[in-house]
T-cell receptor, first 110, second 115 residues
Framework: GQQVMQIPQYQHVQEGEDFTTYCNSS?????IQWYKQRPGGHPVFLIQ?????EVKKQKRLTFQFGEAKKNSSLHITATQTTDVGTYFC??????????FGPGTRLSVLP | GAGVSQSPSNKVTEKGKDVELRCDPI?????LYWYRQSLGQGLEFLIY????????KSGLPSDRFSAERTGGSVSTLTIQRTQQEDSAVYLC?????????????FGPGTRLTVL
């Protein structure tokens, strides 16, 4: 079945440094979603990518969907302490349910 | 309602007891999902409903776990004869329908502790 992997599992950065997490699927995706879970909270939807090669930006966050629609990345520029949390990607495949990746836990040192 | 609600927020039970967890999705959302999240881990898919039917029960860890949804709204997840490894946060999410193009709205979760 479909598998979604994320790297790295953990990332510690100094405040102001950039951060990137990568999401890879074993199968071609129809779309991909990204969620953020703050410590002690529940996952909250960030964005959805649908088109091959699509790039979307939300302030300091840049999301990219690969040309082959099998991978995606989330890049945060100049991290802040408010960026702390776990970032999950979730891959959708035609006719199938979403599969969440294991997440990347980001800690930001002030 | 304004968002997905879950009850109880915390549940402590003794090994061997049955527990029932409740999820109230956003009004009008036909798809409902249950996930389990152990401490510091990712989201483990358990089951999803489209309306009252559950096309995919593949994620239920054992036959001690069951779920139902009535009236296309509230869902209950029942764990019979709880074991210590069942301790986790159980998250419920709903979306407009089951297609993957709809975002999932998560509830605050129920933290289950089995002593």
């Amino acid at each position: 079945g479909q598998q979604v992997m994320q790297i790295p599992q953990y990332q510690h950065v100094q405040e102001g440094e950039d951060f990137t997490t990568y999401c890879n699927s074993s199968t071609t995706l129809s779309n991909i979603q990204w969620y953020k879970q703050r410590p002690g909270g529940h996952p909250v939807f960030l964005i959805q990518l649908v088109k091959s090669g699509e790039v979307k930006k939300q302030k300091r966050l840049t999301f990219q969907f690969g040309e082959a629609k099998k991978n995606s990345s989330l890049h945060i520029t100049a991290t802040q302490t408010t960026d702390v949390g776990t970032y999950f990607c979730a891959g959708g495949a035609y006719g199938q349910n979403f599969v969440f990746g294991p997440g990347t836990r980001l800690s930001v040192l002030p | 309602g304004a968002g997905v609600s879950q009850s109880p927020s915390n549940k402590v039970t003794e090994k061997g007891k049955d527990v029932e967890l409740r999820c109230d999705p956003i009004s009008g959302h036909t798809a409902l999902y249950w996930y389990r999240q152990s401490l510091g881990q990712g989201l483990e898919f358990l089951i999803y409903f489209q309306g009252n039917s559950a096309p995919d029960k593949s994620g239920l860890p054992s036959d001690r776990f069951s779920a139902e949804r009535t009236g296309g709204s509230v869902s209950t997840l029942t764990i019979q004869r709880t074991q210590q490894e069942d301790s986790a946060v159980y998250l419920c999410a709903s979306s407009r329908d089951w297609t993957s193009y709809n975002e999932q709205f998560f509830g605050p979760g129920t933290r289950l502790t089995v002593l």
